[in-house]
């Protein structure tokens, strides 16, 4: 006799929906679904969880009710340092505007669960207050300790926090006055009072060596040791890994080779090509970590938890222990290893004509850096290790080209945003900072990665089989429109509709290159765009104008790629397993949730960490002067990202004496009463370092010419004598 299946969250959740006229009590629920009295303690814990998760409330006598039903909603909110924030309902890119009063007990990054007010308020946006917090996304913050006669407390380093937190008396570890600390969250009961916590970990002083990456790293609470655990199985899977080998085709023949930053340690693509008349034949081969990593190990589950590296100027947090990561995954010249390759056919168009994707053995011929390919590519003269490959070079550029040309007359979006470039001493002190130049040896990598993540997401759209996708949605308009009026204060006309291909934002992008503000808009652009994220269902890459696009091409770094890795290896005959396929759409669903907010996780502590570095240097600058640009104005001053160092700055109204000025906010400007001197968006301008508050990361400026054409080197000493 088969065992009656219990009653599902899901099917609890349809029944309220469907048949509930008015809130029940649990019981009253329960016998309205037909649940029987042995069952009932399950079904409590059940309707217990929903009520945790927001998905249920409880309402007065104890009934219980759905949240849409009663103008309630759940979602993720988001602070700002101002203490105001917005709530983004689950499964909406709407934002909810909560005032600086109505945030509860909530942190930035709680799941709340909040009622709408009536009527719309700030910009338009609906409001509502919240009446619950669901979930903590916060255990642990990081600030300074502070002590004083009878109490402690710790000023939080996040902006977005702006509560102190007093410290429990005996909870504090002897720390001392100044001193970088690590907080657990103990409770915060009531709004009118502050959160209470004890320290669990003391981290040094401001200004010692490490202290600030250190910081960032407990803040984003981002776990760096592995357990001995996952050491012992990922040194237990490298054991007799050769013996692979015979089981797979030998590609070590190719002329295959890795181009990657000087400084890379892992190493987890290798590219090689071939031409016959007007047909290119490229191979993208890609470290096969999924033979090393079995599915539900100890070693998978962390890979899985952390699913990204996170890469801060001082180190690197690798999502894989260091003897797969940097040793027998990492394709190193000269040595066999096991890959993952997809060959693909193009002719003179740049037009996929076949492709072939299997496991295989290679074995790289050479690790060559972007700046010895670029400096073959400029000077035409190959050194030693570039001279056996110079002719696969020559045809690897002109097919990157032809496949970059094709790309763009698509319609796909080349963002040319700078990339901190910040050099450190042992110490961990800044000793140059700029930026990293994208050229010509970069997008020659970048284009056969993007060729291969598409030509395999083709793969699986052709066999009709599930996947994990990488999509971009089409952006919201009404951010769009937001960014079409700030450049039209710029001088550039840009009409939008909801039914706008990717190419109308292409040609804005080629129509400002090269222009003082290409930096500046291109920021902007990216700024309204949706976030790309991983999910099963493929709606399409907007930015890159791709109808499919997944991530296949760095599994050492990123989880989503060993997933797809292990599905294309379950394919036989063209279908997954069946016990597979019935699970994998909520196994995929929750993987791409997962790793996407890891990614999100890993991008902000990146940030952080290089804005951290770049603050620490311009400690070092007071007095200097640099060009910037206008980057925002606001009632209280504006913003001007400098250029060289790339970072961005503030003048403050108050600092500004030389007249009383007026802020435009339809124009995004400030004009001076009396002379009449506009501060606009966009605007050139030279400004001098004031002062630099490497606690709060925030640098003042001054105005040192407006409009300035000055050719003067950025960073010069002029100590200038102010009024």
């Not at 033979?291 to 894989?320: C, G, Q």
């Not at 990561?325 to 096991?338: A, G, Q």
């Not at 040309?405 to 470039?421: I, N, V």
């Not at 000025?661 to 968006?681: C, H, I, P, S, T």
């Amino acid at each position: 006799m088969k065992k009656k299946r219990s009653t599902s969250i899901d099917q609890i959740l349809q029944f309220i929906r469907s048949n509930a006229d008015y809130p029940m009590k649990a019981l009253e629920l329960a016998r309205a679904m037909g649940i029987k009295d042995s069952a009932y303690p399950t079904f409590r814990r059940k309707i217990k969880n929903l009520l945790d998760e927001g998905k249920l409330v409880k309402l007065k006598r104890n009934r219980i009710g759905l949240p849409e039903a009663m103008d309630l909603v759940s979602g993720a909110l988001q602070i700002t340092k101002s203490g105001f924030g917005f709530c983004t309902p689950d499964g909406s890119d709407e934002e909810i505007y909560i005032a600086a009063g109505d945030t509860l007990t909530a942190f930035g990054g709680d799941k709340v669960l909040i009622r709408l007010k009536p009527g719309f308020g700030f910009k338009g946006k609906r409001t509502g207050i919240v009446i619950k917090v669901v979930e903590r996304k916060l255990q642990t913050i990081v600030g300074t300790f502070r002590k004083g006669r009878g109490y402690a407390h710790v000023i939080p380093d996040a902006k977005n926090i702006n509560r102190d937190i007093y410290i429990i008396l005996g909870k504090t570890m002897d720390a001392t006055n100044g001193e970088k600390v690590v907080v657990r969250l103990v409770e915060w009961e009531h709004p009118s009072l502050n959160p209470e916590g004890e320290i669990s970990e003391r981290l040094g002083f401001p200004g010692d060596p490490g202290v600030d990456m250190q910081s960032i790293i407990r803040e984003y609470e981002i776990p760096v040791e592995f357990s001995g655990d996952v050491i012992g199985e990922a040194e237990a899977a490298v054991s007799g890994w050769q013996s692979e080998i015979l089981n797979r085709p030998d590609l070590t023949g190719l002329s295959a080779f890795t181009i990657d930053p000087s400084d890379a340690k892992d190493h987890d693509d290798a590219v090689s090509i071939e031409k016959e008349g007007d047909i290119y034949r490229l191979g993208v081969h890609i470290a096969d970590v999924s033979h090393f990593v079995a599915t539900n190990t100890k070693l998978d589950k962390e890979a899985y938890s952390r699913a990204t590296s996170v890469y801060l100027p001082d180190r690197v947090i690798p999502m894989l222990p260091e003897i797969l990561s940097n040793n027998v995954c990492s394709l190193r010249p000269n040595r066999k290893r096991l890959a993952f390759s997809i060959i693909i056919d193009f002719d003179k168009t740049g037009k996929a004509l076949d492709y072939e994707l299997f496991p295989s053995v290679i074995r790289s011929r050479a690790r060559l850096s972007y700046s010895e390919v670029q400096d073959f590519y400029d000077t035409g003269k190959a050194s030693p290790r570039i001279d056996r490959i110079a002719d696969d070079l020559t045809t690897m550029r002109k097919l990157a080209k032809i496949l970059l040309a094709r790309r763009q007359k698509a319609g796909s979006l080349d963002f040319d945003l700078p990339e901190a470039k910040i050099i450190l001493d042992k110490q961990g002190n800044v000793i140059e900072i700029g930026n990293r130049v994208r050229r010509e040896s970069h997008r020659l990598v970048e284009e056969f990665m993007l060729a291969a993540n598409r030509q395999v997401a083709y793969h699986f759209l052709h066999h009709a089989l599930p996947t994990l996708y990488r999509v971009h949605d089409r952006p919201n308009m009404e951010k769009v429109e937001a960014f079409s009026f700030l450049i039209s204060k710029l001088g550039y006309r840009f009409p939008v509709s909801p039914t706008m291909p990717t190419g109308d934002f292409g040609r804005l992008l080629k129509k400002i290159k090269g222009q003082p503000e290409e930096e500046f808009i291109n920021e902007l652009l990216l700024r309204s765009m949706a976030k790309a994220v991983y999910q099963p269902k493929n709606i399409g890459h907007f930015g890159l104008a791709f109808k499919q696009y997944l991530h296949f091409t760095s599994p050492i770094r990123r989880y989503p790629d060993l997933l797809v890795h292990r599905l294309l290896k379950m394919l036989k005959k063209n279908k997954y397993p069946v016990k597979t396929t019935q699970k994998l759409g909520t196994i995929l669903n929750n993987a791409g949730t997962h790793c996407s907010a890891m990614e999100r996780r890993a991008m902000e502590a990146e940030r952080s960490a290089v804005k951290a570095k770049q603050v620490a240097y311009m400690a070092g600058q007071v007095g200097s002067e640099y060009d910037g640009i206008i980057s925002g104005v606001m009632n209280f001053g504006f913003f001007v990202r400098l250029i060289g160092p790339e970072c961005e700055g503030m003048i403050r109204l108050s600092t500004m004496d030389d007249d009383y000025y007026k802020f435009d906010e339809a124009n995004y400007l400030l004009k001076g009463r009396r002379r009449g001197q506009v501060f606009r968006l966009g605007d050139k301008i030279r400004v001098g370092i004031m002062r630099v508050d490497k606690e709060a990361k925030e640098i003042d400026l001054f105005v040192v010419e407006k409009n300035s054409q000055s050719k003067k080197p950025h960073g010069r000493k002029r100590l200038r004598k102010r009024k």
